[in-house]
């Protein structure tokens, strides 16, 4: 992003859409609408719709690779805990991510990474 403007000055800025709206605004640039999505509120779907709660406490089926790449596989229960992510590889994860966590705004992603967040390969 190419803008000079610090994090406090891009919250302030009023938009003309509503952070739920996926729609693209007339004159609006792929940028602008980046920026929006970056700075707008995370949606957590376990506050909003407390029915998911039901999915969270079900015990669930997982499967994984351990370190010699046989299959494993067992019962969990999230109970809204934050999701692994186990791979030995670096993550991919969306630019907007990396954006969001520079942005100044305490955004800090709940996914835990054997090496960390930091380290991930980037993507648009």
Known sequence: MSDKRGP??????????????N?????????ERQRHDVLSPVHDELKRMPLWWVLEVLPMIKSWQNENGEWQRGLQVNFGRA???????EPTLHISVKQ????GI???P???TLKGIKHAKWTE
């Open 110 to 112: 709940k996914a835990k």
């Open 8 to 21: 406090a000055e891009l919250v302030a800025k009023t938009h003309p859409r509503e952070a739920t709206d």
């Open 100 to 103: 969001r966590m520079e942005a």
């Open 106 to 108: 305490g955004y800090q």
């Open 83 to 89: 999701r692994r992510i186990v791979s030995t590889e």
């Open 23 to 31: 729609a693209t605004v007339a004159g609006e640039s792929d940028e």
